[in-house]
């Protein structure tokens, strides 16, 4: 991967022309629609043909890009939803956005990523910028795309840009455009660098040029140290319960201080496409150094076990009202993995659902973001939620505080609540139904 000072380094600012984005999801879509609000074209690339279908008439699936908003970049040209790889051929830049999830074993799962550098490789050309967003190893840039995309007969460094850029994407979460986050980029070489800044400068307010292993670990970091935080309130929560103390006025109590705390809740388990799974990442690159991730290791044990003692609690909450836990009917409020978010991926109600299901419990749900949910070789659907729905469950767990919820009516229609997120903190009057975390 040679740094040529004649090819690459010359041509820094990138025409304004097609940009293509492989992985169309929560990640790609609004990075697809940022660029295509400031005078880019994008094609939008995805496997996936039901999402292509549903960007073909205009509609969006995901809940951070509204419909308006591709149905103008429809209208103006500015958007092709495609299936074919052939399609980026004129693309000044291609940006990968596809899942890097953990296989059975919590190993990476690099096979989406593998897949689409191999395609990319086919159609590539001389000059064009190839920038991963998904979250990957320390490396893993270089030592696995790097020779995929050089199959092409073309050099990453001399003859098209390689760069690596981590998404810092909240979905649910509309307090920050996307555009106005610091985007941190780092290429394979400083020609690389200086191409991947250029072009995410016409579109982010703030671009920050690192190393391509900086670019890589920051993400890593980002997420590991909410996953080690969120490990240790879960602890914490677990050992307040046995004290007699409330974890959640704990943590308001401490907030209070103006230095030196940062507030991180306690929760059902982790959810979601990265928490969960980039600390997983980074301990199993650690091992090939033979590095010590004990601390992040311990988060992540604690962390994963979180809805089996959801479940316990939830039988000791039924045994002191002289229910047994077997063939009691249990209510779950919300499957999603994070309020106002449709995404179900990774999420702990999952395996909630499951674990209570598993004892014999007569377990439905309800979720307004998620109509149909397919887990572990079954299915359920939504249930209709109204006061006998909720006077009729056994116990009402709040496994997702979404914003939709009446709480207080909630509180007053249902017999039991176990209040995994203290979404009921603002109800008042009666309460001695409602348990907390």
């Given amino acids: ?169 909240d979905p649910g979460n509309r307090t920050h455009r996307v555009a106005d986050i610091p985007k941190a980029v780092g290429g394979v070489s400083p020609s690389c660098t200086d191409s991947a800044a250029a072009l995410y400068r016409q579109v982010f307010r703030e671009v920050v040029p690192m190393s391509v292993r900086e670019a890589e670990m920051a993400k890593l970091l980002e997420n590991t140290f909410r996953a080690v935080n969120i490990g240790l309130v879960n602890e914490l929560a677990q050992a307040c319960h046995r004290m007699g103390i409330n974890i959640w006025n704990v943590i308001d109590a401490a907030k209070t201080k103006p230095f030196g705390f940062m507030p991180f809740y306690p929760g059902p388990g982790l959810g979601g496409h990265c928490i969960p799974i980039d600390p997983s990442y980074l301990s199993w690159r650690a091992k090939a150094y033979r590095a010590d991730t004990a601390f992040i290791d311990a988060a992540d044990r604690v962390n994963a076990r979180m809805p089996e003692y959801v479940v316990e609690r939830i039988g000791a909450l039924l045994n002191e009202r002289g229910k047994p836990l077997k063939a009691s009917r249990i209510l779950l409020l919300g499957v999603a993995y994070k309020r106002d978010v449709a995404d179900t991926r990774e999420s702990p109600a999952l395996d909630i659902l499951a674990l209570l299901t598993d004892r014999g419990c007569c377990v439905s749900y309800h979720d307004p973001h998620v109509q149909i949910l397919t887990h572990a070789e079954s299915s359920w659907t939504s249930c209709e939620l109204n006061a006998e729905t909720l006077s009729d469950s056994d116990c009402v767990v709040i496994t997702t505080d979404h914003a939709a919820y009446d709480w207080e009516w909630v509180v007053r229609s249902a017999r039991l609540i176990f209040d995994t997120r203290n979404a009921t903190r603002a109800v008042q009057g009666e309460r001695s139904h409602v348990v907390l975390l």
């Fill in 1 to 169: 991967m040679l740094d040529s000072q004649s090819g690459l380094a010359e041509e820094t600012e990138p025409r304004r022309k097609d940009v293509a984005v492989i992985g169309l999801g929560y990640v790609g879509l609004p990075l697809a629609m940022e660029f295509c609000e400031r005078e880019f074209s994008v094609v939008g690339i995805d496997t996936d043909e039901g999402r292509l279908e549903s960007l073909r008439q205009g509609h969006s699936y995901v809940g951070d890009v509204s419909s308006e908003r591709i149905q103008w970049a429809l209208s103006e040209g500015k958007l092709l939803p495609s299936g074919e790889y052939d399609d980026i051929g004129s693309a000044s830049a291609i940006i990968i956005c596809v899942p890097t999830p953990l296989t059975k074993t919590r190993d990476p799962d690099m096979s989406y990523v593998i897949d689409a550098a191999e395609r990319v490789a086919r159609v590539l050309r001389r000059g064009q910028i190839v920038i991963l967003e998904s979250t990957v190893y320390p490396g893993a840039t270089e030592e696995l795309i790097a020779p995929l995309l050089e199959m092409s007969g073309l050099e990453a460094g001399r003859d098209f840009s390689l760069a690596f850029s981590p998404e810092r994407i």
